[in-house]
């Protein structure tokens, strides 16, 4: 048991600590028995992904953006698909943005915005890096649509380069294993103190597979072999709740599909009235009902917002295209 976890009598709330407390009451004091022991259960057996493969930052970055509330057993065929039609940043610069973004809706990979940035970011990565990425995590969050998370992802998995990575599965295994605070910025610098130097390829990996198999919502700690059961409070203790889980609203019937359906019927037709684009949307769709022009022009106004439609007035009547 560590430190951490005798803690006893009132807890600081999340984010604060008493003033003799540091981040390594957290951690065992054997951090290098933590660390030999997941990797080690990591690299005896875990998911094979086509994108664990790989160190090539393209391949990787469409994996990332795709993987984002998406199930990754979903996503192998469109990675492979659209690696197969565009399996460089060139091929992807040099793309109609319309087609991507068409690639996007047809697999059902979330906000199709995230097609248009993906394709912005090859652009940038032929016209300013001269088609190399950048390696380090700041610059690639230069990239349109790259946030931190992804940024650092890539510089992991394709550099070995990155810093701690801390998604909702790290923060559930950091919170049960070391009873760590629900507070973002004590996870982050609880996760950079377990990182081995110079090893964030397969520690990020690992610690991510630990908590996509081993300690989901509803934990497997002995049918998965969990590594760090000796160590984890909440094995000890059984008390396996975790952070609270942002999910992704439910997909069918969402404003998310009927953008999509727009998307796939003007990847169809290369431009449409508005009228004869709504039953392609919704087949109750009517101009003066509930589910009319009104409805309509919001979902447009989303689409148009993300740079992924445009609209214009033709004979008194709305026309709509993809940009």
């Not at 540091?22 to 054997?30: A, E, F, G, R, V």
């Not at 994108?51 to 090539?56: F, M």
């Not at 769709?285 to 919001?298: K, Q, S």
Request: hydrophobic content about 35%; aromatic content about 10%.
């Amino acid at each position: 048991m560590s430190e951490g976890d005798e803690r006893a009598g009132t807890e600081p709330s999340d984010g604060e600590r008493s003033g003799d407390e540091t981040d390594d009451d957290y951690l065992p004091d054997d951090v290098e028995a933590v660390r030999s022991a997941l990797v080690e259960w990591y690299e005896d057996d875990h998911r094979e992904f086509p994108w664990r493969r790989t160190d090539d930052p393209y391949e990787i970055l469409v994996s990332e953006v795709m993987s984002q509330q998406t199930q990754l057993s979903r996503v192998v065929a469109a990675w492979e698909a659209f690696l197969e039609r565009w399996p460089t940043t060139a091929d992807l610069a040099a793309a109609d943005r319309a087609d991507v973004v068409g690639f996007w809706s047809d697999h059902s990979l979330g906000y199709n915005n995230r097609a248009k940035y993906l394709h912005e970011a090859a652009g940038q990565v032929e016209s300013e890096y001269g088609g190399e990425f950048p390696r380090e995590p700041d610059e690639l969050s230069e990239l349109m649509g790259v946030g931190p998370y992804t940024a650092n992802a890539v510089a992991s998995f394709a550099f070995n380069n990155g810093d701690a990575v801390v998604d909702t599965n790290v923060k559930r295994v950091l919170y049960r294993a070391f009873d760590v605070p629900d507070d973002d910025a004590t996870f982050e610098r609880v996760a950079a103190d377990l990182l081995p130097a110079g090893e964030s390829r397969v520690w990020n990996n690992a610690i991510m597979e630990l908590g996509g198999v081993a300690c989901e919502k509803t934990p497997e700690c002995d049918g998965q072999s969990c590594p760090w059961r000796e160590w984890c409070h909440a094995y000890e203790t059984g008390d396996f709740t975790a952070p609270d889980v942002p999910t992704q609203p439910a997909f069918e019937g969402s404003r998310r599909q009927f953008r999509g359906r727009i998307v796939r019927a003007l990847g169809e037709h290369d431009e449409l009235p508005l009228d004869e684009l709504g039953p392609r949307v919704r087949v109750d769709y009517a101009p003066e009902g509930e589910y009319g022009r009104e409805w309509l022009r919001g979902l447009l106004s989303d689409l148009a917002d993300d740079g992924l439609v445009r609209t214009s007035e033709s004979g008194g009547e709305i026309v709509v295209r993809l940009r």
